[in-house]
Nanobody, 127 residues
Framework: QVQVVESGGGLVQAGGSLRLSCTAS????????MGWFRQAPGKEREGVSC????????YYADSVKGRFTISRDNAKNTMYLQMNSLKHEDTAMYSC????????????????????WGQGTQVTVSS
């Protein structure tokens, strides 16, 4: 049975930091690139970051470059998103999912390229 569970969200002041975790089971974690997405109220879900199966390559949305860092620990079947210098506009439900390939491709930001979604963890940044 596939399970993907996000954690680490919460309420933080602007300029603060949070570290999200995404723990998976029920599939071979290091067979897949993994991605983070977020969805703010009234907006479409958007890709935040992607990391390939080994952690050797990473991709970021322009809006988070230089502030967020994606990483993974395959021994723990866990992926992370370190979020620094948080802004009010980062407020959203953050979800993780497995990309259909081991490597993030040009389509890493497309929702339909992912399987095995988690339920999400809420991040709220107060201004």
């Amino acid at each position: 049975q596939v399970q993907v569970v996000e954690s680490g969200g919460g309420l933080v002041q602007a300029g603060g930091s949070l570290r999200l975790s995404c723990t998976a089971s029920g599939f071979t974690f290091d067979d897949y690139a993994m991605g983070w997405f977020r969805q703010a109220p009234g907006k479409e879900r958007e890709g935040v970051s992607c990391i390939n199966w080994s952690g050797g390559s990473t991709y970021y949305a322009d809006s988070v470059k230089g502030r967020f860092t994606i990483s993974r620990d395959n021994a723990k079947n866990t992926m992370y998103l370190q979020m620094n210098s948080l802004k009010h506009e980062d407020t959203a439900m953050y979800s993780c999912a497995a990309f259909r390939y081991p490597y993030c491709s040009a389509s890493w930001g497309q929702i339909n390229e992912y399987n095995y979604w988690g339920q999400g963890t809420q991040v709220t940044v107060s201004s």
